[in-house]
């Protein structure tokens, strides 16, 4: 009987090279004009639960939820959860979105913990803020 030689190297044909990261999750989330979107979130965002399903960490949520927020229109009275996670996703504290809104940081804590409410001028603003963003391109961690 001939001995077969083990080694490390992938073999030809292989395709799943060693040094690529696993795949992420594909996962579909329906926005609330109607429209679609796929995802993939990273594996490490994920987990499986006792019975099998899947779930997601407490960072899959967040990720999911800023993606859910770039991609949501800025309606004309948006929930103070909507526009925290928003300014999350723009990757902006309240200082500075304050500032390129023309508004202070207070305001802007205000709008986020449902006190107040942004009026159209501060509206229109915020949606030339997420315009630029979406244009110049945003990185969500992942």
Partial sequence: MASVE???KPLRGDLAP?????PGVPYVMMLPDGRTLFV???RRMTKVDRGGELGFTPE???FLD???ALATPLGCAPSPAYLA???DALGLTQEELGARIGKSA???SRWERGTLRPGKDSLAALGKVLAKA???GVVLPG
């Fill in 6 to 8: 083990k080694t490390n």
């Fill in 18 to 22: 060693r040094h690529l990261p696993p």
């Fill in 40 to 42: 993939e979130v990273p």
């Fill in 60 to 62: 899959g949520v967040r």
């Fill in 66 to 68: 800023r993606l859910r």
């Fill in 85 to 87: 996670t928003l300014r």
């Fill in 106 to 108: 207070l305001t802007v």
């Fill in 134 to 136: 979406k244009r110049d």
